[in-house]
């Protein structure tokens, strides 16, 4: 009786251990260029539209979901967005590109990307580390540099009141960082509708809205 005793105890101590290892375990988000190959591997990739833009907010350290903004190559001014999240495209939508909108329009050559969206944030731990400055998570934005073909990330990092502390452009291609500006406290104001600028303006604040929400939900 004292051994059957024993062993069921210790194999209720190791499912114990295990249910709360499982639960501490932080969640796991995919990655931009893996959001972006469920994208190409779906039923909506086609070979008329060239991605030129991967978008994702509150970052920590990866986002609960990517927007993929794609070209028609056949025009250039009209653009789908796809909504990638949970291995699945979510939903899509097609919109006209306006002359005064600054969106992401030239197409970047997924070959070059060798900083994916993880790796990335690890980049500005180190320059948040360096810099002696918290921050609570990042809006992502990938998209060529204008008049070149290299990609290049802007990392917005952003407060736990959702104030941003400051932007930095790291090379998707290698890593360098490109420009980095801090934001100073005095400085730092409520954010605008828009997280990330006019970058993807068309995006942006029906994205930023259900993000927002989703965050309440797991809080």
Not at 58 to 80: E, F, S
Not at 170 to 194: C, F, H, M, Y
């Amino acid at each position: 009786m004292k051994a059957v005793f024993s062993k069921s105890a210790m194999l209720l101590a190791l499912f114990l251990f295990g249910f709360f290892l499982v639960k501490a375990s932080p969640v796991q988000y995919a990655t931009a260029l893996e959001s972006l190959t469920v994208y190409e591997k779906s039923a909506l990739h086609s070979s008329d539209l060239s991605p030129v833009g991967l978008v994702g907010f509150y970052g920590q350290d990866q986002p609960r979901q990517w927007l993929v903004l794609t070209r028609n190559d056949r025009n250039h001014q009209l653009m789908t967005e796809f909504v990638v999240s949970d291995g699945q495209v979510k939903a899509q939508r097609d919109f006209k590109r306006l002359p005064n909108q600054d969106i992401p329009h030239i197409p970047f050559d997924r070959e070059m990307i060798k900083i994916d969206s993880r790796k990335a944030f690890q980049i500005a731990e180190s320059l948040a580390a360096k810099a002696n400055t918290g921050f609570d998570s990042i809006h992502y934005q990938l998209r060529c540099r204008d008049l070149r073909n290299e990609p290049v990330w802007m990392l917005n990092l952003i407060d736990s009141r959702q104030v941003s502390v400051g932007v930095h452009y790291i090379s998707a291609v290698n890593g360098d960082l490109l420009r980095s500006v801090w934001n100073p406290v005095q400085e730092r104001k409520a954010p605008s509708t828009n997280p990330v600028g006019n970058a993807i303006k068309t995006v942006t604040d029906r994205a930023k809205g259900s993000i927002q929400s989703q965050r309440g939900v797991s809080q």
